[in-house]
């Protein structure tokens, strides 16, 4: 239960190539998965926009007219908060293939 806590809270992974990593492209691998989950927190934020701008004009009884810009607005929101979790995870596969998270235990075995 430790372990899983320590993995639930860690914010950062430390990351090994089949090459020798140097400080700076550990550093690169840290900067592109901070700038990932902000695009994902931008996706999120734009989609609750969206919905919300939708539900608004949902909700205006004097506009009848604009019940289908309501509607266009909540079904855009779904299919840009679905992009932005589907971009997520392919950079996010894409980065687990080129770097594979470095297990400290290995190492160990390696230098005896």
């Given at each position: 239960m430790n372990n899983g806590l320590k993995q639930l809270i860690q914010f950062t992974n430390d990351y090994q190539n089949k090459e020798e990593i140097i400080l700076r492209d550990h550093l690169a691998m840290e900067r592109t998965?901070?700038?990932?989950?902000?695009?994902?927190?931008?996706?999120?934020?734009?989609?609750?926009?969206?919905?919300?701008?939708?539900?608004?004009?949902?909700?205006?009884?004097?506009?009848?007219?604009?019940?289908?810009?309501g509607y266009i607005s909540l079904i855009l929101s779904c299919i840009l908060l679905f992009v932005g979790i589907l971009r997520y995870f392919q950079l996010n596969?894409?980065?687990?293939?080129?770097?594979?998270?470095f297990d400290p235990a290995i190492k160990s075995t390696k230098e005896s």
């Open positions: 998965k901070l700038a990932n989950e902000r695009t994902l927190l931008s996706y999120i934020r734009t989609s609750l926009y969206l919905l919300l701008g939708g539900i608004a004009l949902l909700g205006l009884t004097d506009f009848r007219d604009l019940r289908i810009i596969k894409h980065l687990k293939r080129y770097y594979k998270p």
